[in-house]
Structure formats: structure tokens, C-alpha cells
């Protein structure tokens, strides 16, 4: 079946580690996404790619990281300038412009 | 810039009873809309979408919504509830080039009573 896989669902790390989350898409959409949502705040974008070996900021990427070396996988690395990481994050993509965004079942972050 | 409001952040309704959550967009020229819903820990599920045309669109699960230029509103419907759609809701606005890149409301809680 086709869809967007996050891994893991859930994840536990030390203050001050980075820590990456994945993201693979089987669709063969052309742009990838990273949301984070926090209680009451909705989604928040991090970052975005359009194309393979390009990305751009999104409203909230201080203290992340992504790349997109393929197509189908778009990686998030929380780093340890991440002030308060502790959320969680979805991957989503979508086919072309102006269309909707297909959702992961998201990874849930916890520092401690 | 774009931007959504939705003005209720919880709502309790009986089962069987109908259902209405209200979404409330800022943008400057013909918005894409969608409504999304999410069950606890889980991701989000597409319920419907505007792009153009007819304002009132169907959507899965019996939900609805109708596109208001005049009031810049996207107001989700359901005539009659199950237990099944307690979940949060949540609307989102694109642009015409934004790729899928996506501002989304607070969200509704939706709890439903038997």
C-alpha cells in the first residue's frame, strides 16, 4: 500500500543530543514536508521540499535540520539549539501545486 | 499573510445530533481550504477540500463544508454524529503555488456523549 511512514512512533533522548526522525513516501509525490504540533498551536511548518537535493525553511526551522538526497525520504534532525523539542512531528507530501497534503502517523519527541 | 481562526477549541454534542465547526480564514486572494481530522496519537486524515466551483462540498464520513467569500469562512457540518467522530478537527488554508505548504488552525476537540 502506498503512504508516508514515520519512524519511530515514539522516541526518547537526553537533552542536549541531536536526534533524527525519519520519513519515507511510496506515492512519488514531489514535495515533502515537517510540521510540528504542539497542544493547542495546531501544526506549525519546519521545513519543505519541492525537488530532491532542495529544501527551504519553513515558520519555525531554528534548531532543525532536513535533507532530501531522494525522493521518497525526507529526514528531520532535531539539534541540541532546539530550545524545547519535546513535541510531535509529522511528515507529510504532496503530489504538485495546489493540492492537499497527505499526513504520516507523526513521531512523538520527548527530551528529558 | 495567511491565517486561520478557529473560534471554538472544544465542543461536546450528543450522538445523533448535528454538528458544526467554524473556520475562519485571512487571505488575500482565492484560498484553497481543507479540513483535516485527527484521532489521539495518530495523523491527519483529509475529510475535504475547496479549491473552486461549488461552494458546498462533499466530503468522507458525511462531513460537509461550505466555502463563504463574503464572510471568509469554511464552516464544517455533520447532520448527525457518531461516537466515531470524536476527534480533533482541524482547517487549514494553502495558496494556489504553496505546494501542500499549509497554515492550520488551533483545532476543535470534538467529544461526543452518548
Known amino acids: 500500500d502506498g503512504g508516508i511512514t514515520q519512524s519511530p512512533k515514539y522516541l526518547f533522548r537526553k537533552e542536549g543530543q541531536n536526534v533524527t526522525l525519519s520519513c519515507e513516501q511510496n506515492?512519488?509525490?514531489?514535495?515533502m514536508y515537517w510540521y510540528r504540533q504542539d497542544p493547542g498551536q495546531g501544526l506549525r511548518l519546519i521545513y519543505y521540499?519541492?525537488?530532491?537535493?532542495?529544501?527551504q525553511k519553513g515558520d519555525i526551522a531554528e534548531g532543525y535540520s532536513v535533507s532530501r538526497e531522494k525522493k521518497e525520504s525526507f529526514p528531520l534532525t532535531v539539534t541540541s539549539a532546539q530550545k524545547n523539542p519535546t513535541a510531535f512531528y509529522l511528515c507529510?507530501?504532496?503530489?504538485?501545486?495546489?493540492?492537499?497534503?497527505?499526513f504520516g502517523q507523526g513521531t512523538r519527541l520527548t527530551v528529558v | 499573510a495567511q491565517s486561520v481562526t478557529q473560534p471554538d477549541i472544544h465542543i461536546t454534542v450528543s450522538e445523533g445530533a448535528s454538528l458544526e465547526l467554524r473556520c475562519n480564514y485571512s487571505?488575500?486572494?482565492?484560498?484553497?481550504l481543507f479540513w483535516y481530522v485527527q484521532s489521539p496519537g495518530q495523523g491527519l486524515q483529509l475529510l475535504l477540500k475547496?479549491?473552486?466551483?461549488?461552494?458546498l462540498v462533499q466530503g468522507i464520513k458525511g462531513f460537509e463544508a461550505e466555502f463563504k467569500r463574503s464572510q471568509s469562512s469554511f464552516n464544517l457540518r455533520k447532520p448527525s454524529v457518531h461516537w466515531s467522530d470524536a476527534a480533533e478537527y482541524f482547517c487549514?488554508?494553502?495558496?494556489?503555488?504553496?505546494?501542500?505548504?499549509?497554515?492550520f488552525g488551533a483545532g476543535t476537540q470534538v467529544v461526543v456523549t452518548p
Open positions: 487571505y488575500g486572494a482565492t484560498p484553497y
Open positions: 506515492l512519488n509525490h514531489d514535495a
Open positions: 475547496y479549491f473552486s466551483g461549488d461552494t
Open positions: 521540499s519541492q525537488i530532491v537535493n532542495d529544501f
Open positions: 487549514a488554508v494553502g495558496a494556489s503555488d504553496s505546494w501542500g505548504k499549509l497554515q
Open positions: 507529510a507530501s504532496s503530489p504538485r501545486p495546489s493540492t492537499e497534503a497527505f
